[in-house]
């Protein structure tokens, strides 16, 4: 476990156990954590809260992962995002380069390691945002 801290974590999934288990253990690590099920949710709570990372699906109604890094790059191209997908080489390929180019600064694939994704969830918030993310 990490120390307390007051970096706020956003994640985005339309599959309630993933929310679930990403809020047990990111709040367990003394993180805040606020929720959204879809891309459309995500924006005006990302507007609303301004977190310091957005850990979303690609996969979801209303408004796809790919999507919302799009609209969260133009219009806060600060964020940190990490995106979740447990079909990465489709997604590199659709996207048709790399992810770190929208502004993805780590591309997670489903299932993953939760002591993985903590410790690089904490990395990025330690500003080290040029991680090679291989989870």
């Known amino acids: 476990m990490y120390p307390s801290h ?3 974590i956003l ?4 599959e309630s156990d993933v929310v679930d288990l990403l809020v047990e253990c990111l709040t367990d690590s003394g993180y805040r954590v606020i929720t959204a099920n879809d891309g459309l949710e995500a924006l005006r709570k990302f507007e609303k809260h301004q977190p310091d ?3 979303s699906d690609v996969i979801m109604p209303e408004l796809d992962g790919i999507s919302l890094v ?27 380069h ?3 180019e929208l ?3 780590c591309l997670v694939a489903k299932p993953f390691r939760l002591f993985e994704l903590l410790s690089t969830v904490h990395m990025l918030l330690m500003d080290q945002t040029m991680l090679e993310c291989a989870v």
Do not use: C, F
């Open 98 to 100: 790399p992810v770190n």
């Open 6 to 8: 007051s970096h706020t």
């Open 70 to 96: 799009k609209k969260l790059q133009a219009s806060a191209p600060w964020a940190k995002i990490v995106l979740m997908t447990g079909y990465p080489a489709e997604v590199r390929e659709a996207v048709g």
């Open 103 to 105: 502004g993805v600064v």
């Open 53 to 55: 990372l957005v850990i």
């Open 11 to 14: 994640v985005v999934d339309d």
